[in-house]
């Protein structure tokens, strides 16, 4: 006899009588996190006060953002991208010391069974954007270079998209590649420098960006799924810091530690050492530094 | 240039980042909604610290809910509905002085359009169930009876259904009348006793409220939606004390006030009198206390 006990659902006693309900829940896991929400949005409505129509007005929207998710689309992950719980997710989940390189968010766009490639190959198929030269060195915290680190990258073209946007247009896996380091730890590869692009924004999300006077795009940036056995995961982005979005990324994704300098070089004996036609290319270094597993015995990486 | 201003979004900044950006809002009511939602948001995140597999599991579940969504089933409503956010929203929007009559929600089977019905009349229209005459005054605070009062009621039926529910097995219109008082402010009318029912419990919400060791049941009662021009509209429902579930209210309706004594009778002089067939009825006697609006000259009823 619940209400019994914490007396009937009024204003004041809300939040007590709908979680001592729900005292049953089959783990205790379920029921903290219950709990939980069910303070927060209570406190939230006692704040926001809603009309019965901002009432429906939210429940019109969550619905919407449910109905328009299919098996390539999916709304409520944007949605929790531009509120910027998905970034908070993965900052609590990443927690690192200092001196360790920072995560961000996966995205949408990480494919499994990209090929493994020579270290030095160029990422882009179809030979299209400009030029850009990537390279730098894995390190572990005290500075030891690190060996058979797996190198995932991907990143989308010089229009906005990636290849899994635009099948039939741009080749299986462009841009896309997996590198492995040897003992010196040192990682390089070819790739074209990528450009802002906007979150899907024709649905409900986009038209809540509308009306918060927010824009839906993402600085420029290319990707990183870093594993070695032993070691955390590194999931991250690299970013250009000279990206006209690079202080209102849609997602919230940036990081002052993730930002390279884009060099632009013009040198035809470099370009050609690096295979590039023409003069101008793009040089970002950029180093890593991961961080030993605290539960080594029960980590494995990502892939093999 | 956001972040500059607030710094990049960190644990710590979060909320002040993301709230930043919503600086542009259209409309200062959006943004003030916005600042709490993320704030009480970001709270319940850092607070529960979910894992990526339980944000993703929130994901599924939330896009679930809103496909399951169609013309005849709101599932983000049933959602409300059982956290508790639908009575909290209905009691905010309804705080009135002591003594006049508690609202509660209005639920999901409301239908406009019910016939207008000579004070006395059985809305029970097939006969099925245990008769129930249901009577009482409508007054205003000062105890005055009030003439005029639209009084739109409305029933399961005695297997839990609405006749919406069983187009084609009950007749139309079912279970639902509109009287209007005299200048006695007096209400009479025939019908059946109630019973328990589920709400729909085959989708997203009803696995949840298995997972909390919940039942989907709501107590017996009827509803009423109580109008006159010049006063608050009462929308509530009447409870069953002696219901199974009179304490645990799958959507947190009940209310302490809005019980009324479900007296069995067996005499077959007063049942005649009321023109049920055979002795025994069930007596409902409940008075209604209705409010003035404090803004009358911008009052209308919800219907005519």
């Known amino acids: ?35 939980v929400i069910t303070r927060k949005l209570h406190e939230a409505v006692k704040e926001i006060e809603p009309t019965d129509r901002e009432w ?12 328009i998710c299919d098996d390539y689309r999916q709304e409520f992950i944007l949605l929790s991208d531009v509120l910027g719980v998905s970034m908070l997710v993965d900052a609590i989940q990443s927690r690192r010391p200092s001196g360790a390189t920072e995560n961000t968010v996966l995205g949408p766009f990480h494919v499994g069974g990209a090929p493994d490639m020579a270290m030095g190959s160029n990422i882009c198929l179809d030979q299209k954007g400009e030029p850009m030269f990537v390279h730098g060195c894995i390190r572990d915290l005290d500075g030891k270079p690190l060996e058979g680190v797996r ?19 741009q080749p299986e896996f462009n841009l896309r590649g997996v590198f492995k380091t040897q003992s010196d ?4 590869f070819k790739a074209i420098k990528p450009r802002y692009y906007p979150i899907p924004d024709d649905g409900p999300v986009g038209q809540l960006l509308g009306h918060l006077g927010r824009h839906p795009y993402r600085p420029a940036h290319f990707h ?18 000279d990206d006209r979005y690079i202080h209102s990324d849609a997602v919230f994704g940036v990081k002052q530690s993730l930002m390279a300098e884009f060099k632009r070089k013009e040198d035809a004996e470099q370009a050609a050492a690096h295979g590039f036609d023409g003069s101008v290319f793009y040089d970002v270094e950029y180093d890593f530094v991961l961080v030993k597993s605290k539960t080594t015995a029960l980590t494995r990486p990502a892939q093999k």
């Open 1 to 35: 006899m619940d209400e019994h006990e914490s007396g009937y659902f009024t204003e004041e006693t809300s939040v007590d009588v709908v979680t001592n309900r729900n005292k049953n829940a089959e783990n205790q896991r379920l029921r903290a996190v219950m709990e």
């Open 56 to 67: 429906m007005e939210a429940i019109l929207f969550l619905t919407k953002t449910g109905q």
């Open 185 to 188: 730890g040192r990682y390089w």
């Open 151 to 169: 190198i995932d990258v991907w990143q989308a073209n010089d229009e906005g998209f990636y290849d899994v946007q635009q099948r039939g247009v």
């Open 224 to 241: 990183y799924l870093i594993t070695l056995d032993g070691y955390d995961k590194l999931t991250t982005h690299i970013f250009d810091p």
